[in-house]
Structures are given as structure tokens and as C-alpha cells.
């Protein structure tokens, strides 16, 4: 079982760390709309993909991260109201976070002080999904909503640090459900917004 979490680990690290220093190329429209409470995270792993799926809406003042969505990806797979429509979704943390390398170079004194020995190279996909965790100001996510059954896929997730350096990019190459749309959460807000646009366009 460790051998091959070991495995998993140098994988993902492999594949993050061609991504870093990355930075997006796309043609951003971005729309605030809404803010949310987002909690620590101290786990040593990526960020849950679901997230938005259970954060509640808070006023923007009061909010410890604040979501946008890129006006310029919105698509839909039909010229009539509902079908499935896909999007680019930003969710910033409002505050104070180090870059990658910064929160790399902290983390291994940590392990290092930890463990009373210095790093190996077979620690390093750990420390890999533990600084990106740590680094992370930013995530961007690529959705489709379905308007019809209120349920949504998640394509894509890539992560950046505060100089909106591309950390990690994932893709969701093996999981193919839909998750159902919780009621009162940031991701029935962007439902809302998306499919009613969708509709409005389609009458127009």
C-alpha cells in the first residue's frame, strides 16, 4: 500500500512540477459573484475538488475568499433554454499567502527539523502536494452545469500561488459522474447565473 501511494505521490509531483511557473493564456472576462468563508487546510494534499459545492454565500465584507467566473468562457452546447453549459471559475483567498518556492524552501526546514534528517528524494512528491497546498492564493476550475438535471462535472483544476505561477494542473480523466448541485452554496449561485443566462440568451 505504501509503495504504491509512493507511486501516486511522485506522479502528481511529477506532473505539478511541469506546470509550475506556468501562467494562463486565455483572454479573462472575470465577474465577481459572491464570497465565501474557506477554512484552513492543513492536510498535506491537494485542495477538495467539491469545495464549492458545500461553501454558503457570505456578504463580500465578510467573506474569507471571493469567487468570479470568466464572462469570456461561458458556452453552451445549445442554442435553447437548459443544456449543459461550461465554464472557467475563480476562487481567490483573501489573505496573505507565500509564493511557491517560499513555501517550499519553510516546509522542508520544517520536515527536516521533524524527521532530525535531511530530505531524500523520496519525500519529495509529499512535500510537493503539501507546498502547493500551502501556497495556493488561487484556484481555477473548469465546469459543466447541466441546466436540466442541476448537476455539474468538474473538467479540469489548476492551482496557482500569489504570483499567479500555475502550480498543479489536474484533469479529470477517470471520474465521469455528475454531482448533484447542493441547495444555498456557492455552486447553486453560479448555477443560477449560468443557466439563466443561458435561457435569456436563448430567447433573445
Excluded at 435553447?80 to 511557491?100: A, C, H, N
Excluded at 473538467?155 to 454531482?179: G, L, P
Aim: charged share 30%; glycine share 4%.
Amino acid at each position: 500500500m505504501r509503495c504504491s501511494w509512493v507511486k501516486v505521490c511522485i506522479i502528481v509531483a511529477v506532473a505539478g512540477l511541469a506546470a509550475v511557473g506556468a501562467t494562463g493564456a486565455r483572454a479573462d472576462d472575470w465577474v465577481f459573484y459572491g464570497g465565501s468563508h474557506e477554512g484552513e487546510i492543513n492536510r498535506a494534499m491537494l485542495r477538495d475538488w467539491y469545495t464549492l459545492n458545500r461553501l454558503k454565500p457570505v456578504p463580500k465584507d465578510e467573506a474569507t475568499a471571493y469567487h468570479y467566473y470568466d464572462q469570456d468562457s461561458v458556452a453552451s452546447n445549445a442554442p435553447y433554454p437548459g443544456g449543459i453549459v461550461r465554464v472557467w471559475e475563480r476562487f481567490v483567498l483573501q489573505k496573505e499567502t507565500k509564493s511557491y518556492d517560499e513555501s517550499k524552501e519553510e516546509i522542508q526546514k520544517e520536515e527536516e527539523a521533524r524527521l532530525k534528517r535531511k530530505i531524500s528524494p523520496l519525500d519529495y512528491a509529499w512535500l510537493f502536494l503539501h507546498t502547493v497546498n500551502r501556497a495556493t492564493k488561487q484556484i481555477e476550475t473548469l465546469y459543466e452545469i447541466n441546466c436540466d438535471s442541476r448537476d455539474f462535472f468538474i473538467m479540469e483544476v489548476n492551482y496557482y500561488d500569489r504570483a499567479e505561477k500555475r502550480m498543479s494542473r489536474e484533469t479529470n480523466m477517470e471520474m465521469t459522474f455528475w454531482i448533484p448541485i447542493r441547495p444555498e452554496t456557492m455552486m447553486e449561485a453560479l448555477y443560477k447565473i449560468l443557466c439563466t443566462q443561458s435561457q435569456q440568451g436563448s430567447q433573445n
